[in-house]
């Protein structure tokens, strides 16, 4: 599909809500898109995502050394004690720090402990499940020539606040994606921009947390915080008058992470014991999709998806466009 920015030739303006809790990967496909169809980012937003890039080193590293010495009570080698005990101390200093060859030489040295990787190994960095990319490219990044790529965007943290719209023009429609904040205190903007219409809803769901403990919602792991907000959503009156999308994300790290331990994701989805990946996540769209009205079953299409892949990205949003012109059609 072409990108054709002449406004003359807008024919048609539709309004598409991008929704989902933090960490869901709706903000990593809304850049997908601006880079498919938008030209890409300016010299000024890519230095920004500089600054983005080496804040996320420094929280996965904070993470990482909270995790192993405060809550495993595991000891770092002893030339790297002090350098972890400085991550595991910075709280919100992280965001002010910069990722000079001093900071980096600490970071390098924490990363290659043999203490931090048996629990990364084992744990991961959920706050940054892109730590491992970031430190394979950190002599590149904490260059002071360093440019952002495409990979290096799409693959870092950004938490959304307040409400960032990416519009571009195909065909003669113009489409603006709204993505709206989804961290608890960004989820109270949700009402207000969905009274104020949209053509469809795209909702994000990550696979991967079905056993990630939720620390914004009193409500068990992370996929029970998603489901909750799904039914408010899938139950409001919008959703009745718009398409809606349910984009089961991050399938490459649910399949990871189950064929590691199918008996984990049986301990939440106790009705199913098999080791099929496909089927298991059939089990998370179902529990989904039950809790949408039987009114507007017809109108939910479902995606398994990976927004890391710009090609499968781009793919299923011709097949979101056909999906949402064809709904549009119906109402």
């Not at 030739?9 to 869901?24: C, D, E, H, P, T």
Request: charged share 25%; proline share 3%; hydrophobic share 40%.
């Amino acid at each position: 599909m072409g990108n054709k920015k002449s406004k003359s030739k807008v024919q048609l303006s539709l309004r598409v809500l991008i929704l989902g809790i933090g960490a869901s990967g709706k903000s990593t496909f809304s850049k997908q898109m601006k880079l498919v169809h938008s030209g890409g980012f300016s010299s000024t937003e890519l230095q920004n995502f500089k600054s983005i890039v080496h804040t996320n080193i420094l929280i996965g590293m904070k993470d990482l050394c909270l995790l192993t010495i405060d809550t495993l009570k595991l000891e770092l080698e002893s030339a790297n004690r002090k350098k972890g005990r400085f991550f595991a101390n910075l709280g919100n200093q992280v965001y002010d720090l910069k990722l000079d060859n001093d900071l980096c030489a600490r970071v390098m040295a924490c990363w290659n402990d043999t203490t931090i990787q048996k629990v990364f190994k084992q744990y991961g960095c959920p706050s940054i499940p892109a730590i491992e990319y970031l430190m394979k490219n950190i002599k590149t990044i904490s260059a002071p020539s360093y440019v952002p790529t495409e990979d290096d965007i799409v693959r870092v943290r950004q938490r959304s606040s307040g409400v960032s719209v990416t519009s571009f023009v195909i065909d003669g429609r113009e489409w603006s994606l709204v993505d709206v904040g989804g961290q608890k205190p960004e989820r109270q903007r949700w009402s207000q921009v969905m009274n104020d219409g949209c053509n469809a809803i795209i909702f994000f769901v990550a696979l991967d947390e079905y056993d990630v403990p939720s620390f914004e919602d009193d409500v068990g792991t992370k996929m029970d915080e998603a489901l909750g907000v799904w039914k408010e959503v899938v139950r409001s009156a919008e959703a009745k008058r718009s398409g809606i999308l349910l984009m089961l994300n991050k399938i490459d790290l649910f399949t990871q992470k189950f064929q590691k331990d199918p008996a984990a994701f049986a301990k939440v989805f106790p009705t199913y014991k098999g080791k099929d990946v496909d089927k298991a996540v059939e089990q998370i769209s179902k529990k989904f999709l039950d809790q949408a009205p039987s009114e507007i079953e017809d109108n939910i299409n479902t995606h398994i998806t990976c927004a890391l892949d710009k090609d499968m990205m781009s793919k299923v949003f011709d097949v979101v466009v056909e999906h949402i012109l064809m709904t549009r059609m119906q109402m």
